[in-house]
């Protein structure tokens, strides 16, 4: 039980540092984040956004769509299937207003954005970026391109987007005055800061708990953890405050974080449920929805230009499998009783919400601001958090199953060491401590036998016989005596191994002691149940060359002969090394009887 509760002090600890860790990381970028205070003379400018939108070839030319009269007016999303997709806004958005200098939208992957301002007249001025010249803001997911001049005259902006992957990246642009207005507020930045360090936490938790379990699913859970931190970094923004990150780079790993997340969810599921939660059918299932979800979504998050027409709709609808099925296992865990599958639905209901949500804008169904991202954030963040409450609930209980396998098998391990009837040491185990017990000194091996103990049980019952047993076990294993190691080799005879000072003495006071102690304890005999032994002493140098059977074998000699002599006595050898095998009990009493006769 020792290193279970060491490491359980030591997870203890870790908690409490991560604690201190995440706490320190979430001020860390909240400070920077922090919004200054507002020069009540200054009013932020207003953003204007795209009144038409419509989608072409590559082939279709600015001067064509300026003249074009068919656009796309209204509240319907724009296409981002086409190879170029095309955004109008009208000069009389902000008539009255300071003319905007800045082209802002959502960070995603593109090939080249031209921007014309159309004058009265028909001039077009153009001035068109490649994707790695769009520079993402330090205030949400968001990049800035400048502006050609807009006049007096300008009555149009068109914007031309070749290759858009997202749709997003087409509904939230808008035009502003100053790069300043366009990002997210300092409160929304400073939200995501918080998100973060609550998935910092439940991240030091795992680490915590792996040190302790060694579970798969916790594993799992610190690698989903790191995946969906490296999400809301990337997703919103976040990453742009302490590094500039080519808009490319964001565009990829925001996705390809959310579906490795959320495939390492799915395979979390299936290791993390009790056995009986889920049928292995099902167990497989979701193991293969989570290969899925990295697999196929993770390729659409790539966004190379090639799959440009399918990659955001793919996307989206191949994540609509791990939402269905995920939520299938979950039901039929919590239907099977599954405690774990109550956590698991707790923490899942409001991600899986948001994400249909953000699915939903993502596949153009209706268009929404960006600001709803938020909400996708704080479920992520919840999540995790229930989650990692979860991982305790089942660390606890896995703590006490195995501490209840620990005491079990401990048990079977004594019952197998033990002698059912007097609790001493049986001879299994005697025979297998018996070299250590003798590097430990005990270099004194007396065998014990009771005499005439087959008349005691004929003449008394097995009753009595067994009551003599324990008495006479109970003589031999003293209280507190750290010297001295006694076992039960079976039937009526026991070994007492002894070492330091006046072995033989206290092996015949052990001897006497057990007519006694059988007499106090048993009524009912007619005559004492004394005891005979043999006693082996060896020097400790040569006691370690001897083995259980040499030993056993030599004091049974001296025991037969101490019963030969009269019984309820000790017959002793101190020896050196024995210079051949000892003489069985036929031989020792030819031998005594030779000896006789020659008397």
Not at 90 to 99: P, T
Not at 414 to 419: F, T, V
Not at 442 to 449: G, I, K, N, Q, S
Not at 450 to 475: E, P, S, T, W
Request: hydrophobic share 50%; glycine share 6%; charged share 20%.
């Amino acid at each position: 039980m020792g290193r279970p509760f060491i490491l359980h002090d030591l997870a203890a600890k870790a908690v409490g540092l991560a604690t201190r860790l995440a706490l320190a990381l979430a001020a860390c970028l909240i400070v920077p984040l922090a919004p200054a205070e507002a020069d009540p003379g200054l009013s932020a400018h207003p953003a204007f956004v795209a009144r038409c939108h419509a989608a072409s070839d590559a082939d279709t030319t600015i001067r064509a769509m300026a003249r074009r009269e068919a656009w796309a007016c209204g509240e319907a999303a724009p296409r981002a299937d086409r190879p170029v997709a095309w955004l109008r806004f009208e000069a009389d958005s902000w008539a009255g207003e300071e003319r905007p200098r800045q082209f802002v939208t959502r960070i995603a992957r593109h090939r080249t954005i031209s921007l014309a301002a159309l004058d009265a007249d028909g001039t077009l001025r153009i001035r068109s970026y490649g994707e790695d010249e769009a520079r993402p803001l330090a205030a949400g997911p968001v990049f800035t391109l400048p502006l050609p001049e807009i006049r007096e005259e300008t009555r149009a902006l068109i914007v031309r987007v070749e290759r858009p992957h997202s749709v997003p990246l087409l509904a939230e642009a808008r035009l502003v005055y100053d790069a300043g207005d366009a990002g997210w507020s300092g409160h929304e930045m400073m939200l995501l800061a918080m998100v973060i360090g609550m998935l910092v936490l439940p991240l030091f938790f795992d680490v915590s708990f792996f040190v302790v379990l060694r579970e798969r699913f916790v594993a799992l859970h610190a690698a989903m953890v790191v995946a969906m931190m490296t999400y809301v970094l990337f997703a919103g923004g976040l990453v742009s405050v302490f590094w500039t990150v080519p808009v490319a780079l964001s565009a990829v790993i925001a996705p390809l974080s959310w579906a490795v997340g959320c495939g390492l969810s799915a395979l979390f599921l299936a290791e993390f449920l009790e056995r009986g939660a889920q049928t292995p059918a099902m167990r497989r299932l979701m193991i293969a929805v989570g290969a899925w979800t990295i697999l196929v979504p993770g390729f659409f998050s790539l966004q190379f230009h090639w799959t440009q027409p399918v990659d955001d709709r793919g996307y989206f609808l191949a994540m609509l499998p791990t939402a269905v099925f995920t939520t299938v296992a979950i039901v039929r865990a919590a239907m099977r009783g599954s405690r774990s599958a109550r956590y698991l639905a707790l923490a899942w209901a409001p991600a899986i919400f948001a994400s249909i949500e953000r699915a939903l804008r993502g596949l153009g169904l209706y268009v929404g601001p960006s600001s709803l991202d938020q909400m996708l954030y704080v479920a992520t963040a919840v999540e995790v958090i229930v989650m990692s409450l979860a991982i305790a609930d089942r660390f606890l209980a896995i703590r006490r199953e195995r501490d209840a396998a620990l005491t079990e098998a401990r048990m079977l391990e004594q019952l197998s060491s033990r002698d059912p009837l007097t609790g001493l040491m049986n001879r299994r185990a005697l025979e297998s401590r018996f070299a250590d017990l003798l590097e430990q000194g005990f270099d004194t091996f007396a065998l014990v036998d009771l005499d005439r103990f087959k008349h005691v049980n004929d003449r008394h019952g097995h009753q009595v016989g067994d009551g003599a047993l324990i008495a006479c076990a109970a003589a031999l294993s003293g209280p507190g005596d750290r010297d001295s190691v006694a076992a039960r080799l079976g039937g009526e005879e026991f070994v007492v191994l002894l070492r330091g000072k006046r072995t033989l003495e206290r092996a015949e006071n052990l001897r006497r002691a057990i007519p006694l102690r059988i007499a106090s304890e048993v009524p009912g005999l007619s005559e004492p149940v004394t005891a005979s032994m043999g006693v082996i002493e060896l020097p400790r140098a040569s006691a370690h060359a001897l083995t259980f059977e040499d030993f056993y074998a030599r004091a049974d000699t001296l025991m037969y002969e101490a019963k030969a002599s009269g019984r309820n006595r000790m017959s002793y050898e101190k020896l050196t090394m024995f210079d051949a095998p000892p003489p069985s009990r036929a031989e020792a009493l030819a031998k005594r009887s030779i000896g006789t006769e020659a008397a």
